[in-house]
């Protein structure tokens, strides 16, 4: 038996089966796991502490390939395959057919009367007697993508690969109590094992994908080559929910994110048609702000130093501020600037529903002035956005559906692409094609036509590998996303591109009222950065004065708790 130090490392311990290809399936026997590969057909009984991996069906192993969810009841196991649901006595498991379904059906939970089974093609779980396979009722999937079910008390608990979150539902009634992020993307299955350290149960997660690697083929003229690989295994889930706020917490990490503008000799740059070049320059009385990361309430920073020059901090709109000031910038100067803070990042999910903001007020005056105007060159006046902004909310009045219909009317009509800079709403919606920033610069026109709120977030993104201990990250590109606000609770965040995965839809709502724990959130409705100083041209940017470098390091895993 696993001693106490052990015990306590299973909540961050990922565990990886020996010879699993897909796990798409997971129970709990007894102080084990028992995992699905849909692969090989495999039903493996998995130690959490060793990953020590055995096969239970390795003769009856052909009739469970592609099969797709898995549960444990008493003295049968149960799994689900095409359009069938099989239970097994645990001792033989010889499949024995419990119901066919007319469309392919994916997880499977047991309870001591009813079975429920999911079914991403008709859009329901299926509520049946265990005893007499009848059909008793169904509920509405929560999300879009396929599903796995297991039960715990009173709860009914999904978990979406699409959507990259896990549900707790009302088991009798199939009311959603609250969802949470999972840390890594496609989850395929979940299930609750005792803690043996007494804090209640883990909730373990599966989750199987392909990742990208540099294969070394030495029989090539190139031999690095790019390649997939199959990458499966299982983590545990850490959740608090807070009911009171409406927000639900899941796994975090301690992170170190710096950012340092590098300010170097850099070419020539075109002013009033004329082509003028930065050596010769001298700027003088400069002062450089750039935004520090903000203290939400999935967001914690707990310490913050300066790189290279030293800074002195200030709150602009309630934000933080670092102010850097030079007597001058002299021709073919070089220095660095910026900062490093470590901080906690964790994921977060809003519930709230249409019915929550029926009767929201309307926005004060003030809200109004603020953000409801064209203050970013957002085109509002043109017809291309007045026209759009009429077509995406229709006849709609709630504010959420109507926040959504928006999104979906924006996904229905961009596709992503980096383009070689930002083009106003009106140019990026007609071309069809925007970048992460585009896309925010027309939903932000389109709401505000509307009536609702909303303001620009963000500015990087974590290279999401988790797993990827104190080394060096380097996102590729900067991202903004949005937040809009619903009267009498506040602001809850909106990803700007990213959910835009399937052509025409349905799209995900997973980042809708929801941010994964690599979001950071810098300068909440302020300018990231800005440079003032005399003798500074007015076409000149902050780019052409430097070169900015970014790089995260991962430092732990956090469980989640209430915030401060």
Same mark, same amino acid.
């Given at each position: 038996m696993a001693n106490l130090a052990s015990a306590s490392a299973l909540h961050s311990r990922t565990i990886q089966p020996v010879g699993a290809y897909q796990l798409v399936g997971l129970a709990v026997d007894g102080d084990k796991l028992l995992c699905l590969d849909s692969v090989r057909g495999y039903l493996l009984e998995v130690d959490p502490y060793t990953d020590n991996t055995m096969i239970r069906n390795s003769s009856e192993a052909e009739a469970w390939i592609d099969a797709v969810g898995l549960a444990v009841w008493g003295d049968t196991v149960w799994f689900t395959k095409d359009h069938e649901v099989f239970y097994c006595d645990r +001792?033989? *498991?010889? $499949?024995?057919?419990?119901?066919?379904?007319?469309?392919?059906?994916?997880?499977?939970?047991?309870?001591?009367?009813?079975?429920?089974?999911?079914?991403?093609?008709?859009?329901?779980?299926?509520?049946? &007697?265990?005893? =007499?396979?009848?059909?008793? =009722?169904?509920?509405?999937?929560?999300?879009?993508?396929?599903?796995?079910?297991?039960?715990?008390? @009173?709860?009914?608990?999904?978990?979406d690969r699409a959507e990259q979150t896990v549900y707790c539902m009302d088991r009798a009634t199939g009311a959603i109590r609250f969802s949470a992020l999972t840390p890594f993307p496609n989850p395929t299955a979940i299930a609750f094992y005792p803690d043996p350290s007494g804090q209640g149960e883990l909730l373990y997660t599966a989750y199987a994908n392909e990742e990208?690697?540099?294969?070394?083929?030495?029989?090539?003229?190139?031999?690095?080559?790019? =390649?997939?690989?199959?990458?499966?295994?299982? /983590?545990?889930?850490?959740?608090?929910?807070? %009911? #009171?706020?409406?927000?639900?917490?899941?796994?975090?990490?301690?992170?170190?994110?710096?950012?340092?503008?590098?300010?170097?000799?850099?070419?020539?740059?075109?002013?009033?048609?004329?082509?003028?070049?930065?050596?010769?320059?001298?700027?003088?009385?400069?002062?450089?702000?750039?935004? *520090?990361?903000? @203290?939400?309430?999935?967001?914690?920073?707990?310490?913050?130093?300066?790189?290279?020059? %030293?800074?002195?901090? &200030?709150?602009? +709109?309630?934000?933080?501020?670092a102010v850097y000031k030079f007597d001058s910038i002299t021709p073919n100067r070089s220095g660095l600037l910026g900062w490093r803070a470590v901080m906690e990042m964790y994921s977060i999910k809003y519930y709230l529903s249409p019915a929550d903001v029926e009767d929201s007020p309307t926005l004060s005056p003030e809200f109004q002035q603020q953000y409801l105007v064209d203050d970013d060159d957002l085109a509002m006046d043109t017809a291309t956005i007045q026209t759009a902004a009429r077509e995406a909310a229709g006849t709609e009045t709630n504010l959420l559906r109507k926040m959504l219909k928006i999104r979906n009317y924006v996904y229905d009509r961009l596709s992503y692409g980096i383009q070689p800079h930002i083009d106003t709403p009106d140019v990026a919606l007609e071309r069809g094609i925007?970048?992460?920033?585009?896309?925010?610069?027309?939903?932000?026109?389109?709401?505000?036509?509307?009536?609702? +709120?909303?303001? =620009?977030?963000?500015?990087?993104?974590? $290279?999401?590998?988790? @797993?990827?201990?104190?080394?060096? *990250?380097?996102?590729?590109?900067?991202?903004?996303?949005?937040?809009?606000?619903? $009267? &009498?609770?506040?602001?809850?965040? !909106?990803?700007?591109?990213? #959910?835009?995965?399937?052509?025409?839809?349905?799209?995900?709502?997973?980042?809708? !009222?929801?941010?994964?724990?690599?979001?950071?959130?810098?300068?909440?409705?302020?300018?990231?950065?800005?440079?003032? +100083?005399?003798?500074?041209?007015?076409?000149?940017?902050?780019?052409?004065?430097?070169?900015? /470098?970014?790089?995260?390091?991962?430092?732990?895993?956090?469980? %989640?708790?209430? !915030?401060?």
């Open positions: +001792a033989t *498991l010889k $499949p024995t057919l419990f119901t066919h379904r007319p469309y392919l059906v994916d997880g499977v939970a047991v309870g001591e009367d009813v079975v429920y089974v999911a079914c991403q093609r008709s859009g329901y779980i299926y509520i049946f &007697e265990r005893k =007499t396979a009848k059909r008793i =009722t169904r509920f509405p999937l929560p999300g879009i993508g396929i599903t796995n079910l297991t039960l715990a008390d @009173d709860a009914l608990w999904v978990c990208p690697y540099i294969r070394d083929d030495p029989n090539a003229d190139s031999p690095y080559q790019l =390649t997939f690989r199959d990458r499966t295994f299982i /983590h545990p889930l850490h959740i608090y929910n807070n %009911p #009171d706020q409406r927000y639900t917490l899941s796994n975090g990490y301690l992170i170190e994110l710096s950012y340092v503008e590098e300010i170097a000799p850099l070419e020539e740059i075109t002013i009033n048609e004329e082509a003028q070049p930065l050596q010769d320059l001298t700027l003088k009385n400069i002062e450089w702000r750039i935004a *520090l990361p903000t @203290d939400t309430v999935r967001q914690r920073v707990r310490h913050i130093e300066p790189i290279g020059h %030293p800074f002195t901090e &200030e709150v602009q +709109a309630g934000q933080r501020v925007g970048s992460c920033g585009e896309y925010v610069g027309v939903l932000l026109g389109l709401a505000r036509l509307n009536g609702i +709120a909303c303001r =620009t977030i963000g500015r990087y993104k974590c $290279p999401p590998k988790p @797993d990827y201990r104190n080394l060096i *990250l380097e996102p590729d590109f900067n991202h903004v996303w949005l937040e809009f606000y619903v $009267p &009498e609770f506040g602001w809850v965040p !909106m990803e700007s591109n990213v #959910d835009d995965v399937i052509d025409n839809g349905p799209y995900p709502t997973r980042f809708f !009222m929801g941010l994964a724990w690599y979001h950071t959130e810098i300068g909440k409705g302020i300018p990231f950065e800005r440079v003032k +100083a005399d003798g500074l041209p007015d076409h000149i940017s902050v780019g052409d004065l430097s070169i900015n /470098h970014i790089r995260f390091k991962i430092l732990e895993e956090l469980s %989640p708790q209430k !915030m401060a």
